[in-house]
């Protein structure tokens, strides 16, 4: 059955109050405009605000006042003096409060949600939540400190928003537990599986990058070796060659000797016989070449030696650290399939592996990855919530992360230069909200193949209204459709 609604019958001002009226503000960007006109009349006439929009638009780039600034001067417009600052105050209160309309009206058919925060340097801290089905982002704004109270008050007007809520993803903060329990009592916790295999893998992948090492330093030097050898007796065969070409020299010279009646011991036979002259030389050449290479192959062999040596002892190095690897490896694998639900009867699993572990902890090689894997599933029980249930088995295991925070922290750490030209806490209020309302209503294309912004992918029709025109709207006319 679709649920429909109508936002465009009821009066906005009491939505926002007398004080931030949407009329006050329009009025308000009115008067600015005119203390800037532009010279291409053009602009200006289609839309009487257009240089106020304008500049909201270039702030969501993002680009800086002083950015906006340069950019203006192309136009010869002087914004040295233009309020930066108490327009964003006054666009973020209007932000703000389309945002809670927005929030009241999904924030019965939220199902599953993410919870993390962003950061900008040590201090600077944004707190996030996030609707995982849609990427909507539910709620953002700066916290001094990421103390549970503090986390607790940020997010105590959420508290009854959700009825529906059945899942809150988180990272591995120790802090989250209690923060859940108070705020949404009943909901289930699911920490984040890559949080949690990546808490892992930090000492899995030191046992796997020694074996890795040695391994490879096995395989050059084994190929070094086989090289070697083929070298060898490419020398060998190329020395007997020379030989051969040796003995044939010294039978033809032994003939001509005959022939010609030269006695053994005979002088000047060189200067007399230039025929024997020319054989003598070849064959001086043939017994250096021998010898040269005579000396390289000795070189070679000793090689050869060096080379198997090493080899012999690196395969020596190779086996406990193949035996570690390999046990880890399992362990590894055997702790993933129970983390992603993946074995049948998790009771009967959890207990397999708590023994496993326990006879593994006595081998001092694995004991580090070990203790961890034994710290995981003793202090972070909540990375299991939904490995032992069976009613939340429809989620994909690849869905049990927080995957949606990080893609909006991506987008958002290129926002958060902008903070510094806004420094006070109100100012820091109204940069998140024109954030959430941009990033809301701004159509992203998903791998489902759609363009829509995360606000449509509830059914809300935004009339073709951009953030920076939902700002400026009299009445908000969306259409709310959810199935």
């Known amino acids: 059955m679709a649920i429909m609604y109508s936002m465009s019958n009821v009066p906005f001002n009491s939505k926002i109050g007398k004080i931030n009226s949407k009329t006050a503000f329009v009025e308000y960007c009115t008067h600015l405009e005119s203390q ?28 800086t006042p002083n950015g906006i600034r ?3 001067r192309y136009y010869a417009l002087d914004l040295t003096t233009f309020p930066f600052q108490a327009l964003i105050e006054r666009a973020g209160l209007i932000a703000e409060k389309i945002n809670e309309l927005l929030l009241s009206k999904v924030g019965e058919v939220i199902v599953y949600t993410e919870d993390d925060e962003t950061f900008k340097g040590r201090y600077t801290i944004f707190l996030v939540v996030i609707d995982k089905t849609t990427g909507f982002l539910l709620f953002f704004k700066q916290i001094p400190n990421r103390k549970q109270e503090t986390i607790t008050s940020a997010l105590e007007p959420l508290r009854n928003l959700f009825p529906n809520l059945k899942i809150v993803f988180t990272d591995l903060a120790v802090y989250y537990p209690k923060v859940l329990a108070d705020l949404f009592p009943g909901v289930d916790h699911q920490l984040c599986l890559i949080h949690g295999l990546r808490a892992l893998f930090g000492e899995y992948n030191k046992i796997r990058h020694r074996y890795n090492k040695v391994l490879g330093n096995r395989m050059i030097k084994s190929r070094q070796l086989h090289d070697l050898k083929l070298t060898i007796r490419y020398r060998q065969k190329k020395q007997a060659n020379k030989k051969r070409a040796l003995q044939k020299s010294i039978d033809k010279r032994d003939a001509l000797y005959q022939a010609l009646g030269i006695g053994p011991n005979q002088k000047g036979i060189n200067q007399q016989y230039p025929q024997v002259k020319k054989i003598t030389g070849r064959i001086n050449v043939y017994r250096t070449e021998i010898r040269s290479m005579g000396k390289t192959l000795a070189h070679n062999y000793t090689k050869r030696r060096e080379f198997e040596q090493e080899l012999m002892k690196l395969g020596d190095e190779e086996k406990p650290l193949w035996a570690k690897y390999m046990e880890s490896r399992r362990l590894w694998k055997r702790f993933k399939s129970l983390l992603r639900g993946e074995l049948p009867d998790f009771p009967s699993a959890w207990e397999k592996i708590t023994q496993i572990l326990q006879k593994a902890y006595k081998k001092k090689e694995i004991r580090a990855f070990v203790a961890k894997i034994q710290h995981l599933m003793k202090d972070y029980p909540d990375l299991f919530t939904l490995a032992k249930q069976n009613k939340e088995k429809i989620l994909a295991p690849n869905f049990w992360n927080t995957n949606r925070v990080e ?21 820091s209020d109204a940069i998140c909200a024109l954030f959430q309302l941009y990033y809301n209503t701004t159509p992203r294309r998903s791998k489902q ?9 509830f059914g809300v029709n935004l009339h073709g209204k951009s953030w920076v025109q939902l700002l400026f709207e009299p009445v908000p006319r969306i259409l709310i459709t959810t199935v």
Do not use: V
């Open 36 to 63: 800037y006109p532009m010279i291409d009349s053009d602009i200006t006439t289609s839309d009487p605000l257009w240089l106020i929009k304008d500049i909201l638009y270039h702030l969501m780039l993002p680009l």
């Open 70 to 72: 340069e950019y203006y």
């Open 407 to 427: 893609s909006f922290n991506s987008i958002f750490r290129s926002f958060s230069d902008l903070r510094r030209h806004f420094p006070c806490p109100a100012q």
């Open 449 to 457: 193949g759609d363009c829509l912004s995360p606000i449509e992918r």
